[in-house]
Structures are given as structure tokens and as C-alpha cells.
């Protein structure tokens, strides 16, 4: 049984000084979230990475995106 765990990747998005409409990475931030979860699988596939939760932030001029996953840790 594959184990899943639980992640969630954050960036803080600030704007190009050179561009409209342009964003670089300000800050990314990468954590594990403490459950873990077991998915049954009848054959030996891996499962794939499940389709990310995502929400925005805007705070002033900055941006901030979080995703939220679940994989595949076999």
C-alpha cells in the first residue's frame, strides 16, 4: 500500500521593477503537513501527484499563491 503525504507550496510573488504584468519569486516556501494517509491499490501502478488546491493572497504589491498536494512517498 502506497503511503501519501500531504504537502504545501507557497510563493510570494512580488512585481518586475521592468515589467507590466510581470512577477519574480520573492519567496517560496516548501512544508509537509503532519497527516499521512495509505491508498489502497489493487496493481502495482503508481498512484499520481492529485490535482493541487490552490489560493491567492494579494497583500499591497505582493502575491501570495498557495498550493496544496498530495503524493506519492513510496
Known sequence: TPI????V???VLAPAVDA????YVHNDI????DDTVWIPTI????TK???PTT???????LLL?????????E
Request: aromatic share 22%; glycine share 2%; proline share 0%.
Open 49 to 51: 501527484i492529485s490535482s
Open 4 to 7: 501519501m503525504k500531504r504537502f
Open 30 to 33: 516548501f512544508r509537509y503537513q
Open 65 to 73: 499563491i498557495s498550493l496544496k498536494f498530495l503524493f506519492n512517498i
Open 20 to 23: 507590466k504584468q510581470k512577477y
Open 55 to 61: 489560493a491567492y493572497v494579494n497583500e499591497g504589491n
Open 43 to 46: 496493481d502495482n501502478t503508481s
Open 9 to 11: 507550496q507557497t510563493f
